[in-house]
């Protein structure tokens, strides 16, 4: 498995700290882990709900039909496709980058692809449950919704400069 | 036990799908276990270090610091801050929100903590040295420039439609009396 250098700095900053707290006083680190770890069970249940459905969707969204969806033609609906897949699926950044490299490769356009970047990582409607418990109903629906329609100006300003 | 249980309701429902469709799709099996096993593996890799983070902000860091530096009164600069936390941050969104109660119970402010969120979202550091070098220079500065606009934008709109009786209700839940 490669690990990437933004794991490797934020375990190297938590050991630090860890370590730095732990040397400043014993008490309040056994604290701060028991803290830890009441937050980590009141999500964990989320969490795995989260990642087994993820791991459903990611299995039937492979490249093959991504570019089916995405790489025809890259006119209204394929854009609007682009955005619903997005929407739904929360992948990560490094898997994401290359498959939207290979598809702008393999013939889509500028517009469907940033709007599938862009609400891949804006929109999750796989963790919106987990965002209701934190932020409320109003605002998790609110800020999804704004940011469903914020990713297709944001991909149209993104292929107005790619195109400059 | 019948806590625990309803607690893990959700989880056990996704598990009974997950089986269903490894029975009823045998030749995607292979691939929705690959996808699995990768998830698990990125949520394992996050959930030690954000969670001891998370437990040594709560003890160490008092709440009139961050009322100060992230509170109601903090304007700009307690905007920067939250999107300079939420950009140097590691892991998908799901880790922000745990973090985001932390930061409520401390006092940080309503639009900072959407700040925060929204720059957890999508300017993340490492991510934009990825997406420079995967997608070309000038597709991810446009995307990283208007996606900074889009954050503030969407904190804003946000921070005027939601009623002060649900910014309180949700402050009260981080914080127990």
């Given at each position: 498995m490669k690990i990437s250098l933004d794991i490797i700095l934020l375990y190297t900053f938590t050991a630090a700290a860890l370590i730095f707290s732990a040397m400043k006083n014993r008490e309040k680190t056994g604290m701060a882990l028991k803290k830890g770890l009441k937050a980590l069970n009141g999500i964990l249940p989320q969490f795995i709900t989260v990642l087994v459905i993820v791991s459903i969707v990611l299995s039937l969204l492979d490249e093959e039909v991504m570019i089916r969806i995405l790489g025809e033609e890259s006119g209204f609906l394929s854009t609007l496709g682009a955005a619903v897949v997005g929407s739904i699926t929360l992948i990560p950044g490094f898997i994401a980058f290359p498959v939207a490299a290979e598809l702008l490769n393999s013939g889509a356009g500028v517009i469907p692809v940033a709007t599938f970047i862009s609400t891949l990582m804006m929109v999750g409607i796989v963790t919106l449950p987990m965002e209701i418990q934190f932020m409320g109903k109003r605002a998790a629906f609110l800020r999804n919704i704004l940011a469903f329609g914020f990713s297709f100006i944001a991909a149209f300003f993104v292929y107005r400069v790619v195109n400059l | 036990m019948k806590a625990t249980l309803k607690k893990y309701t959700a989880a056990l429902i996704s598990l009974g799908i997950l089986g269903l469709f490894l029975i009823l799709r045998p030749r995607e099996a292979p691939e929705v276990v690959s996808s699995l096993k990768y998830q698990f593996g990125t949520m394992l890799e996050i959930i030690p270090p954000i969670f001891i983070l998370l437990g040594l902000f709560d003890v160490w860091v008092p709440r009139d610091i961050i009322i100060r530096?992230?509170?109601?009164?903090?304007?700009f600069k307690g905007g920067l801050l939250g999107f300079f936390l939420g950009s140097a941050a590691a892991g998908p969104?799901?880790?922000?929100f745990p973090l985001v109660s932390v930061l409520m119970k401390k006092g940080a402010s309503f639009p900072v903590i959407l700040i925060f969120i929204g720059a957890w979202s999508t300017t993340k550091i490492p991510m934009f040295l990825f997406e420079l070098n995967a997608l070309g220079y000038r597709f991810a500065i446009a995307r990283l420039f208007i996606d900074i606009i889009g954050i503030l934008f969407i904190a804003g709109i946000m921070n005027f439609l939601i009623p002060q009786s649900e910014k309180d209700r949700l402050y009260s839940q981080c914080s127990p009396p």
């Open positions: - | 530096l992230m509170g109601p009164g903090s304007g969104l799901y880790g922000a």
